[in-house]
């Protein structure tokens, strides 16, 4: 398999050359360094084949956070990472809304910068799923998304950010079944998720988990988490800054598993209409045979 091919984009030269060159010397990505958005642009109209954009935030005309809202419109197909030397929560906030896949702050080194590229390209996978609704968890806590979810019987994913770390948690018809934060996955990667203060959530459609790793009901995993929180002296709800639709979000949720109800329905029906068929040609085929039925483990025909 080709390596994943990235673009690195900064107006420090020497620092999108270094990283380029360092990342190319390990043979696990093919990187590319331009020195300004307008370059990149250009760049990506004749090389659309990059799989993800690496760019800083401030440079001289076109600006990172510019730079990403254009890709994210011109090229949705590509991802975003967004590296500065400014720690500030709301440029931080800021990229993630506008479309970024992952946020690395300076100075790192090469190695760190292919993990977090490793991460994002991996939630770039699930881009092309429609957005169901997102939010900050300071306004609703992770832990009321995460039950809005069991209890509308959801088969989605919600993808959380908080400062650095990233992670995702998997439903599948209301049950929480697979989770991955960093190198953790299952219980632990929940637990590690549902502790974090603060953050940035969305919520992804119609997202099947590619594993499962947990096999707990969702309220005996919750409460567990909970206890954990609560001997920790960490608070899994920070103060409100903004206000939520409540109704809203759960009229998503509700109409997604209404949708959820009818697929399966209509796939009952067709291994149904299967089933028949094969025992008419059973039958037909059966000159001892004079019918058939077919009788559900209720007893019931």
């Not at 190319?24 to 331009?34: D, E, L, P």
């Not at 993990?115 to 881009?127: D, M, P, Q, V």
């Not at 002296?233 to 939520?244: A, L, T």
Request: net charge negative.
């Amino acid at each position: 398999m080709d390596p994943k091919k990235i673009l690195i984009v900064d107006d420090d030269k020497q620092l999108a050359l270094t990283l380029a060159q360092s990342i190319n010397s390990r043979g696990k990505f093919s990187a590319y360094a331009v020195f300004s958005g307008e370059e990149a642009l250009e760049y990506l109209e004749e090389n659309p084949e990059i799989d993800l954009v690496v760019t800083d935030i401030k440079m001289g005309g076109i600006s990172g956070l510019e730079l990403l809202s254009r890709i994210r419109s011109q090229h949705p197909q590509i991802g975003v990472v967004v590296m500065t030397g400014y720690s500030l929560p709301e440029i931080r906030e800021e990229a993630l809304f506008r479309g970024s896949l992952a946020y690395i702050e300076k100075p790192f080194d090469s190695k760190d910068l292919e993990k977090t590229c490793e991460r994002a390209l991996k939630i770039s996978k699930l881009k092309d799923k429609p957005v169901g609704f997102s939010g900050k968890i300071v306004s609703l806590s992770l832990v009321d998304v995460i039950q809005m979810n069991c209890l509308s019987r959801a088969t989605n994913a919600i993808i959380v950010e908080s400062g650095k770390e990233q992670g995702i948690i998997y439903f599948k018809q209301g049950e929480i079944v697979h989770c991955e934060q960093g190198e953790l996955e299952g219980e632990e990667a929940f637990y590690q998720i549902l502790g974090w203060q603060g953050g940035f959530f969305q919520v992804r459609n119609n997202l099947f988990p590619p594993k499962e790793t947990i096999n707990i009901d969702w309220n005996n995993l919750l409460m567990e988490g909970m206890r954990r929180i609560d001997e920790s002296g960490i608070s899994s709800r920070s103060p409100p800054e903004e206000e939520i639709d409540l109704e809203e979000a759960f009229s998503f949720l509700e109409k997604e598993q209404k949708e959820n109800q009818k697929k399966e329905v209509k796939e009952m029906a067709g291994v149904m209409e299967t089933i028949e068929s094969l025992l008419g040609e059973l039958v037909a085929g059966s000159p001892d045979v004079e019918g058939a039925a077919l009788v559900g483990s209720d007893g019931l025909i």
